[in-house]
C-alpha cells in the first residue's frame, strides 16, 4: 500500500482570493499547499485594467502570510470597453497571465461583464497574436436555456464559433462540469485546455438537492449528474495533459450563503489536496496527481513547473476544520462527505 506520496509543489489554476480581510483570511488556505494561482478578477468594481492588476497584486503582496512563498498569476476581466493595447502591455510586462471572460450575468459579479461577443473580437484577436491566454466562465446566461444545459449550450454556440474564427487563440474552459465539455476538448486538441475543480470531481446534484437543500454546495456552473462528476474523474485521472486543477475556491460569509437567495461559491482551497489525493488514490491513479495538479497546468500556459515539491502521507482519517474565520465572517470549507486520509506533510 502507498502511504506516502512526494510530488511537485502544485498551482491553482482558477483561484478567488477577494479583497480585504476576506483576503486576508483565505490567504493561507491557498499558500500553505500552492506556490501559484490564477486570481480571478471579478471583484466589485472588477479588476479590468493593466493598472487595476497592479495595485491588486500588491494588496495581495501586502496580505501574504509571514514567510510565504507564493505567486499571484493576474487576471484581466475582459468587459466590452477593454483597450486591446492595454491588455498587451500587460501581458509584455508579465503584469497578466490571462483575460477572463464573464459572459455578462452568468456568475458572482459577473454584470460588467461580455454581452456580444463582437464587441470583443479586437482583443481577442490581439491576444492570439501575443499568445496570451483567454479563461472563460463557459455557460450561456439565457433565462430560456434550462441552468443544467448552460454549458453544453455555451459550447455550441460561443466556443465552437470562437474557436473556428480563431484557432490560434489560447483557451481555457473553466471549471467544466459535463461529459459534453470533456469530449470537446478532448476533440480539439489545439491550444484548448480545460479546469475542474475539487468539488465537481466529488459532488453531483444529489448533493446539493436530495435529502434538504445543501447551500454549500451550490455553485456556478451547478454540479451535473453522476455519469457527468464521473467523466470529469476520467478526466483529471488520466494523465491527458488538457487537464487540470483550477479549484474555483470561491470563499463567500456563511450569511451570505444562507439567504433565501444564497450566493454561489464553494470554499476548498485548504482541503483540496488532500480531497484530490483521496479521489485519485480510490480511482487507482494516485500516479496521476502530480500531473493533474502540478505538471499540465505550468505546461499549457507555458511555464515552468516548481521546482519545489510536497509530500503527502496516508493515515487515520483527518480531522479537518470546518470553517476559517475572517474579518468579514465565517466561511465554510469544503465538505466532501467522506473521511479524508491523506495529508500535505508540514515542509
Ligand atoms: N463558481 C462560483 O460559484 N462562484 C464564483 C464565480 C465563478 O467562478 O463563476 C465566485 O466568485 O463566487
Ligand atoms: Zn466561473
Ligand atoms: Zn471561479
Same mark, same amino acid.
Given at each position: 500500500?502507498?502511504d ?9 489554476w482558477?483561484?478567488?482570493l ?8 483565505v490567504?493561507?488556505g491557498?499558500?500553505?499547499?500552492? =506556490?501559484? @494561482?490564477?486570481?480571478m478578477?471579478?471583484?466589485v468594481?472588477p479588476v479590468? !485594467? #493593466?493598472?487595476?492588476? %497592479?495595485?491588486? $497584486?500588491?494588496r495581495?503582496?501586502?496580505a501574504?502570510?509571514?514567510?510565504a ?7 484581466l ?11 498587451e502591455r ?13 459572459? =455578462?450575468? @452568468? ?10 461577443? !463582437? #464587441?470583443?473580437?479586437p %482583443?481577442?484577436? $490581439? ?16 433565462a ?10 455555451f459550447?455550441e454556440?460561443?466556443?465552437?464559433p470562437l ?15 459535463t461529459a ?22 466529488i ?12 447551500p454549500?454546495?451550490?455553485c456556478?456552473?451547478v454540479?451535473k ?10 478526466a483529471?485521472?488520466?494523465?491527458d ?7 474555483d475556491?470561491?470563499?463567500h ?12 461559491g464553494v ?12 479521489v485519485f ?6 500516479q496521476?496527481?502530480?500531473?493533474f495538479?502540478?505538471?499540465?497546468g505550468p ?10 515539491t ?8 483527518l ?6 474565520e ?7 470549507i469544503f465538505?466532501p ?5 491523506w495529508?500535505?506533510?508540514d515542509?
Open positions: 500500500m502507498t506516502r506520496l512526494t510530488l511537485r509543489r502544485p498551482d491553482d482558477h483561484l478567488h477577494r479583497d480585504g480581510e476576506m483576503l486576508k483570511g490567504l493561507p491557498t499558500t500553505a499547499h500552492f =506556490a501559484r @494561482a490564477i486570481v478578477p471579478n471583484l468594481p479590468v !485594467t #493593466a493598472a487595476d492588476a %497592479v495595485a491588486y $497584486r500588491e495581495i503582496m501586502a501574504l502570510p509571514e514567510g512563498r507564493f505567486e499571484p498569476l493576474m487576471t476581466y475582459l468587459t466590452e470597453q477593454t483597450d486591446p493595447d492595454d491588455v500587460a501581458f509584455r510586462d508579465g503584469i497578466a497571465t490571462a483575460v477572463k471572460l464573464y459572459p =455578462a450575468g @452568468a456568475t458572482t459579479n459577473s454584470a460588467s461583464g461580455v454581452r456580444d461577443m !463582437t #464587441a470583443v473580437r %482583443v481577442l484577436e $490581439r491576444m492570439a497574436d501575443i499568445g496570451m491566454p483567454l479563461c472563460m466562465h463557459g455557460e450561456v446566461t439565457n430560456d436555456v434550462d441552468i443544467f444545459d448552460r454549458e453544453a449550450v459550447i454556440k460561443v466556443l465552437h474557436k473556428r474564427q480563431l484557432p490560434e487563440l489560447k483557451v481555457v474552459m473553466e471549471h467544466v462540469t459534453d465539455a470533456v469530449e470537446y476538448v478532448r476533440d480539439h486538441p489545439k491550444r484548448l485546455a480545460a479546469t475542474i475543480t475539487t468539488h465537481h470531481l459532488i453531483n446534484r444529489n448533493n446539493i438537492l436530495a435529502g434538504g437543500i445543501r454549500h454546495y451550490y456556478l456552473p454540479a449528474r453522476e455519469k457527468h462528476r464521473v467523466a470529469l474523474v476520467e483529471a485521472v488520466s494523465g495533459g488538457r487537464f487540470f486543477l483550477g479549484t475556491s470561491a470563499p460569509t456563511d450569511p451570505a450563503k444562507l439567504q433565501p437567495c444564497g450566493c454561489a470554499y476548498s482551497a485548504p482541503v483540496t489536496m488532500s480531497c484530490l489525493a483521496e488514490d480510490v480511482a487507482g491513479k494516485l496521476e496527481l502530480e500531473r495538479a502540478s505538471l499540465n505546461r499549457f500556459y507555458g511555464l515552468p513547473a516548481n521546482d519545489e510536497i509530500t503527502m502521507v496516508k493515515g487515520e482519517p480531522d479537518l476544520p470546518k470553517s476559517v475572517t474579518g468579514e465572517g465565517p466561511v465554510t465538505d462527505g467522506f473521511p479524508l486520509h495529508r500535505v506533510e515542509s
